[in-house]
Nanobody, 121 residues
Framework: VQLQASGGGLVQAGGPLRLSCVASGRIFSINGMGWYRQAPGKQRELVAVISSGDSTHYADFAKGRFTISRDNAKNTVYLQMNSLKPEDTAAYYC????????????????WGQGTEVTVSS
């Protein structure tokens, strides 16, 4: 199973950016999917998560500005980020938890590689 994140880049403060993350491999099911971020010199922190039933949870800094969504048929999670601020600059990582692999029926969590988001002032 691999998670491939994309959509990062350089954006001016106040602008939008949309991140995508596709999970590929012999996937039977995925429970939760989410986004985390890590700024230089800081610990990785939760941005938003979404359950298989589309229940969502956001970090306080993301509420009202970011929207997480997923397409279960495509094993894809999205993060729409609006009104970006310089303090949103970080590497953004996608995460999938309780992934069931077809055939082996192993259940595990997976991380994608980070996609860099830089917000200029």
């Amino acid at each position: 199973v691999q998670l491939q994140a994309s959509g990062g880049g350089l954006v001016q403060a106040g602008g939008p950016l949309r991140l995508s993350c596709v999970a590929s491999g012999r996937i039977f099911s995925i429970n939760g999917m989410g986004w985390y971020r890590q700024a230089p010199g800081k610990q990785r922190e939760l941005v938003a998560v979404i359950s298989s039933g589309d229940s969502t949870h956001y970090a306080d800094f993301a509420k009202g500005r970011f929207t997480i969504s997923r397409d279960n048929a495509k094993n894809t999670v999205y993060l729409q980020m609006n009104s970006l601020k310089p303090e949103d600059t970080a590497a953004y990582y996608c995460h999938a938890d309780q992934v069931v692999v077809t055939g082996t029926w192993v259940v595990a969590d997976y991380w994608g590689q980070g996609t860099e988001v830089t917000v200029s002032s």
